[in-house]
């Protein structure tokens, strides 16, 4: 058995007598202090023993105060747990046999060593009796579901009603934020100084610098002791040019081919080529039955084979299907057969290259690390070519041609498939790479509770913008200047609190991220590497554009979308529904809370990273507009009142997570899908 066990200053001795009586007994504990007679809250240490033991990371436990009444209060707070003060063997026996009693709370100023170590080992000895016991037993709880018997008013009251903690000190920090100030930081984040702060610039950094320092302004200590900023590696790539020989052949980039640029492979050095047909890969059609192309390069066209009334061999459909549609099956085909590499015969090249070339030509910045992950399935090398090259490629096989190849399919139902013989193809890409180091800058403000302030909530926005364009410096006000400056807002709302010894009982972590507009890199960068536990991260409040109005509000600022609240927990909607209702009074909007609505926001800032992590987030937005990602994105056009109202909502939410006895539950199934 574990068995957890904690007490308060009146039980340091008793509790190492019991702690040896059950090692003894071959039992494994948690000890949860506290270790010295040095006075403390009895209630820091029930709650760290009630959760082991409704979270079932411990069978049952031991709690000890002077009285035992403090202890057994605060851990009957727990759903699952059931704790039960005893002073005489025979009760803590009852206890269990009666009441499946899985905390035993002994007083330690009434009773004796002896009698407290006879009555740890009758309540370990005991068990449950169930039969008329379980039903009481089950009655003791207090879940909506239970209160059958309420009327259903009185349950619906109870669904809404959270009990908000703290309020007069809440109001009071949150009307620290204000839109003057809001407008003071922001004149200077989004002034051309600042060059629109893309990541890797110098505007960026000078923007990092400018948090960090109102951190320090603040009162705020260095996370670490040392810095504001966590380093995050950071790679910018952008292809200059490639090449591809085939035998007597050079091809040249965009003229004869093109790409995908996400390919991990910089060089294919003389691969013998196969032809695999279309590259289908399915039970009707399957152009890889008796083909080895292990190393290989394959060669497919485009397209899925078709019957002369353009019925589908593949499906025996007239419509589109994944074959014809695009060439991701015929990726993903072609490496699970082990291919090197794959060249689709375009029947449509100018398309694919008008669709392609840009993104080819740009400059992409990506997390530094050994493995790249590509979310599309496959990182296979593929290219693209014109039927005309196509021809070359097939000119010495049986298949003779392209269109020779399509014809045959087409009367026949099949294609010639093979080796091309005594010819090889090679391909080399030159790749520009440039490696940087973009920082995230964090303000850590340590709750005032000793047990809870290991557990802190996260408050994000992004200060990184898309810099210079064209010549025309992107400012960024809005994105992500207006939720930047909100950061920064709380973070001085938090350390006045703190600094009066009215502070959060929780941590908060103030973080403004870096590499936001090249994919939400600081953040990725922040998950996979946190600074603080994320099994301790209670939520994630994220703020990205709250300082304008989309068309859907133009007539009444006074709103903000809510995205993902109600997503992984109940509570923190519940909690954020209360705080908007009580001080605030914003119209919360849902749209986009809708894991059908085509704009997919909430896969698009930097919530997402926590969320994918089972991480409850509120993702803080206004919309977009006009300016989104223009050169007009300037702070003259930023309604800083309905900026620091949202900011205060954040912030009276962000309150309530750091100040409840108990932490947010994890208890829904979250209907948006993580992707891979
Ligand atoms: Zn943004």
Sequence with gaps: MKIAIGCDHAGPQLKSLIVKFLE?????????????????????????????????????????????????????????????????PELAALAKQHNDANVLCLPARFVSSEEALDMVDAFATASFEGGRHEGRVKKIGWPLAMAGWLCGWAALGMAQDVSLVYPELAAKYAATIQAEQLNQHLSVLASDAYEG??????????????????????????????????????????????SMTYGEEAWSLYDDFVLYPGLKEEVLDSLPVVFAGFGIADSLWNDYAELDVEGKVVVVLSGDPRNADR????????????????PEAKRIAAAAAGAAGLVVVESQYGMTKGRLKGWIGRKSVRLQREETPNGEGTDLPTFFVPERVGDVLLADTKAKSVAKSRTTAQRKGRVWRGEVKDQRLSFVLDRARRSFVGANVLGYIPGRDSVLSRELVVITAHYDHVGIIDGEIHNGADDDGSGTV????????????????????????????????????????????PVFPLSRTVANLNIDMIGRVDEQ??????????IGSDKLSTELHQISEAANGKWVDLALDYTYNDPEDPNRFYYRSDHYNFAKHKIPVIFYFSGVHEDYHKPGDDVEKIMFGKTAEIGQLVFHTAWQLLNRNERIRVDVANDFPTKN
């Design 553 to 562: 509000h133009s007539d009444d600022e006074r709103y903000v979308y809510l």
């Design 486 to 529: 909100t950061v920064l807002e709380l973070a001085e709302a938090f350390a006045m609190a703190a600094a009066a010894g009215e502070g959060p009982r929780r941590s908060v972590l103030l973080m403004t991220v870096v590499g936001e507009e090249k994919g939400l890199l600081g953040s990725e960068w922040y998950s996979d590497h």
């Design 24 to 88: 003894e007994k071959g039992h494994e504990i948690e000890d949860v202090g506290t270790h010295t007679e040095d006075r403390v809250d009895y209630p820091d240490f029930a709650h760290q023993v009630s959760e082991l033991v409704a979270k079932g990371s411990c069978d049952w436990g031991v709690l000890i105060c002077g009285s035992a009444n403090g202890v057994a209060m605060s851990a009957n707070k727990h759903d699952g747990v059931r704790a039960a003060i005893a002073w005489k």
């Design 311 to 326: 019925l589908s061999y593949v499906t025996n459909e007239l419509g589109p299907n994944q074959w014809s549609e695009g």
């Design 197 to 242: 702060r893309e990541t890797g610039t110098a505007g960026a950094d000078k923007a990092a610098a400018y948090i960090a320092g109102y951190f320090r302004s603040l009162g705020i200590a260095p996370y670490d002791g040392e810095t504001y900023m966590q380093d995050v590696p950071l790679e910018s790539v952008q292809i200059q040019g490639a």
